[in-house]
T-cell receptor, first 112, second 114 residues
Framework: NAGVTQTPKFRVLKTGQSMTLLCAQDMNHEYMYWYRQDPGMGLRLIHYSVGEGTTAKGEVPDGYNVSRLKKQNFLLGLESAAPSQTSVYFC???????????FGSGTRLTVV | EDQVTQSPEALRLQEGESSSLNCSYTVSGLRGLFWYRQDPGKGPEFLFTLYSAGEEKEKERLKATLTKKESFLHITAPKPEDSATYLCAVQAHFDEGSQGNLIFGKGTKLSVKP
């Protein structure tokens, strides 16, 4: 009963490097989301997906790309990391509609 | 613009000292209001969903209520294990201006001392 699994849990990048964060859910949820959480800013939506093969921009999409090739996976990519992308990243999933979200445990990313 | 404001930012209580957290919201059409608990280093954990004014839900020492403009999370006789950050989020009805995604407040950090 894993729920939402995020990998890696921690990562340090140098400015300009690229990386991909992986989110996997085993609840057969249609909707998946990527948020970032910064002190004093709360949770802000980066990108989301309403189903396999679909993606859409959220509140703060610049500098990030996403892909949803399989229903259970949602990938978040940083092509050229910047110090402003230092944050804790959370993935979430839901059935959609009126249902709440199930969150992963987060990825703490530091860009130096 | 849809907005969620939580107060206070931080709250320190003695064990057994009851209190309330506030979540004020502005949304074009409320579909649901959600409360989450977040422990340090972990993801938010779902607590409640409220759908209409007057609705109340309870879980152990927590009780959530909803009016047309705000929601309260009442904590009765809190224990140290209730220490966490409590997040409020709203979901608007799907229309041209909203995809129905949750909009989160910044949270209230609760500390309960023994």
């Amino acid at each position: 009963n894993a729920g939402v699994t995020q990998t890696p849990k921690f990562r340090v990048l140098k400015t300009g490097q690229s990386m991909t964060l992986l989110c996997a859910q085993d609840m057969n949820h249609e909707y998946m989301y990527w948020y970032r959480q910064d002190p004093g800013m709360g949770l802000r939506l980066i990108h989301y997906s309403v189903g396999e093969g679909t993606t859409a921009k959220g509140e703060v999409p610049d500098g990030y790309n996403v892909s949803r090739l399989k229903k259970q996976n949602f990938l978040l990519g940083l092509e050229s990391a910047a110090p402003s992308q230092t944050s804790v990243y959370f993935c979430a999933s839901s059935y959609g509609g009126i249902y709440g979200y199930t969150f992963g445990s987060g990825t703490r990313l530091t860009v130096v | 613009e849809d907005q969620v404001t939580q107060s206070p930012e931080a709250l320190r209580l003695q064990e057994g000292e009851s209190s309330s957290l506030n979540c004020s919201y502005t949304v074009s059409g409320l579909r649901g209001l959600f409360w989450y608990r977040q422990d340090p280093g972990k993801g938010p954990e779902f607590l409640f969903t409220l759908y209409s004014a007057g609705e109340e839900k309870e879980k152990e020492r927590l009780k959530a209520t909803l009016t047309k403009k705000e929601s309260f999370l009442h904590i009765t006789a809190p224990k140290p294990e209730d220490s966490a950050t409590y997040l409020c989020a709203v979901q608007a009805h799907f229309d041209e201006g909203s995809q129905g995604n949750l909009i989160f407040g910044k949270g209230t950090k609760l500390s309960v001392k023994p």
